[in-house]
């Protein structure tokens, strides 16, 4: 299995105790192909952790136009909480994931599980997590010009770096989906910064200058 400590499910728990916690869960691990939906129903509360492989939140309006709302990367996790049937969770690479039922530990027969209470904790502090990035993304969709979109989203960014380089983990495409935004719009957004002096860019790295 992979290193999981930084995982929030993991917190406060021994490894050698990672196999018993996804036990607690009745943790399964599934493949899915590149542009897969990750087909977990939503009847019960379910969680999964990306072991390999690129998952993307993301939605579809009535024009078919994709939105991405979040990306999650290898030893990342999420809560399934889809409220909407136009959003899901699409592999845009060959991907494994551990998917774990989480309502499970709530249940009687669990009840001597040696972690249960560690686990119950820290399915809070996942669902926690995600409130905040949802918060986040809304206050993105409420400013009202891309160059502030741009700004706040950079700032989010910048505690991950000490030297002011920020490394965009997407491409310029999904970038512009992610602020809800045209991709030349972007483009010329960023250029303009650049020209004011407040960023410098080479391809996804992006220097603060002045922000």
């Not at 490894?15 to 599934?30: E, P, V």
Request: glycine share 2%; hydrophobic share 35%.
């Amino acid at each position: 299995m992979n290193n999981l400590e930084n995982i929030i499910f993991f917190n406060q728990i021994e490894k050698d105790n990672y196999s018993k916690a996804i036990k607690c869960l009745n943790g399964q691990i599934i493949n899915y192909s590149k542009d897969e939906y990750l087909n977990i129903k939503t009847n019960s509360l379910k969680a999964a952790i990306i072991l390999e492989g690129i998952v993307d939140l993301v939605s579809i309006d009535i024009e078919g136009r994709l939105t991405l709302h979040n990306r999650y990367i290898k030893n990342q996790s999420f809560i399934f909480n889809i409220k909407n049937e136009n959003k899901g969770y699409l592999s845009i690479t060959p991907s494994k994931v551990l998917i774990l039922d989480l309502e499970s530990i709530f249940n009687e027969n669990k009840k001597n599980c040696p972690i249960r209470a560690t686990v119950m904790e820290n399915i809070i502090k996942l669902q926690n997590s995600q409130s905040h990035e949802l918060n986040y993304k809304t206050d993105i969709y409420l400013e009202k010009s891309l160059r502030k979109k741009i700004i706040k989203y950079l700032k989010k960014l910048e505690p991950m770096y000490n030297d002011k380089k920020i490394n965009i983990p997407f491409n310029r495409e999904d970038l512009a989906s992610y602020l809800s935004c045209d991709r030349s719009a972007l483009s010329r957004e960023l250029s303009r910064m650049e020209k004011d002096r407040l960023i410098k860019v080479n391809k996804n790295i992006v220097t603060l200058i002045n922000i």
